[in-house]
Antibody
Framework: EVQLVESGGGLVKPGGSLRLSCGAS????????MSWVRQAPGWGLEWVGR??????????DYAAPVRGRFTISRDDSRDTVYLQMNSLEIEDTAVYYC???????????WGQGTPVTVSS | DIQMTQSPSSLSASVGDRVTITCRAS??????LNWYQQKPGRAPKLLIY???SLQSGVPSRFSGSGSGTDFTLTISSLQPDDFATYFC?????????FGQGTKLEI
């Protein structure tokens, strides 16, 4: 069974940093494209970014609001993907979901989400 | 960025009804359109990918159609478990973008 378990969320002040982790199991992690998607309270879904598999260079893409502040990385030896968030803003407050993306871009599996609150 | 517009924003229906939700892209996205269902406090669930491919394990009452800029999600006969919020997503061009959601209510 595919499982994605996020951790690392919490309360942080504006301008602060946080690193989210997502542990994966039940599939071949090294072959997967991994994405992060967030959802602000009471709002819709917002794509944050993705990381391709190492065999494709492990390259990353980001949404404009987070580009330059957020970094996605992966450790295939630990079956874990990370989201490093720096210079956090109040608008970054959301539940952050780790996910697996299929070759067509559909998000086939989601973690349970971890909440991030940016507040002074 | 490609804008995705869903309609309606909310919809009232009854068990057994046939329901259609539409999603329009601001430019052509070929068939790179996915549909999700989300229930309160839960992560979304993929229903349809590539515009009309049913994700494994999803009931056959869900179907998708369309290409280019106009897409539809159809539920042929609503079941009690289907009352939720539905989102479309384009994966044609980075950044992926989602529609604003359609809340399906009794």
């Amino acid at each position: 069974e595919v499982q994605l378990v996020e951790s690392g969320g919490g309360l942080v002040k504006p301008g602060g940093s946080l690193r989210l982790s997502c542990g994966a199991s039940g599939f071949t992690f090294s072959s997967a494209w991994m994405s992060w998607v967030r959802q602000a309270p009471g709002w819709g879904l917002e794509w944050v970014g993705r990381i391709r598999r190492k065999s494709e260079g492990g390259t990353t893409d980001y949404a404009a609001p987070v580009r330059g502040r957020f970094t996605i990385s992966r450790d295939d030896s630990r079956d874990t993907v990370y989201l490093q968030m720096n210079s956090l803003e109040i608008e970054d407050t959301a539940v952050y979901y780790c996910s697996i993306t299929n070759t067509f871009g559909g998000i086939v599996a989601w973690g349970q989400g971890t909440p991030v609150t940016v507040s002074s | 960025d490609i804008q995705m517009t869903q309609s309606p924003s909310s919809l009232s229906a009854s068990v057994g009804d046939r329901v259609t939700i539409t999603c329009r892209a601001s430019q052509s996205i070929a068939s790179y359109l996915n549909w999700y269902q989300q229930k309160p406090g839960r992560a979304p669930k993929l229903l349809i990918y590539a515009a009309n491919s049913l994700q494994s394990g999803v009931p056959s009452r869900f179907s998708g159609s369309g290409s280019g800029t106009d897409f539809t999600l159809t539920i042929s006969s609503l079941q009690p478990d289907d009352f939720a919020t539905y989102f479309c997503q384009q994966s044609y061009r980075t950044p992926d973008t989602f529609g604003q959601g359609t809340k399906l209510e009794i």
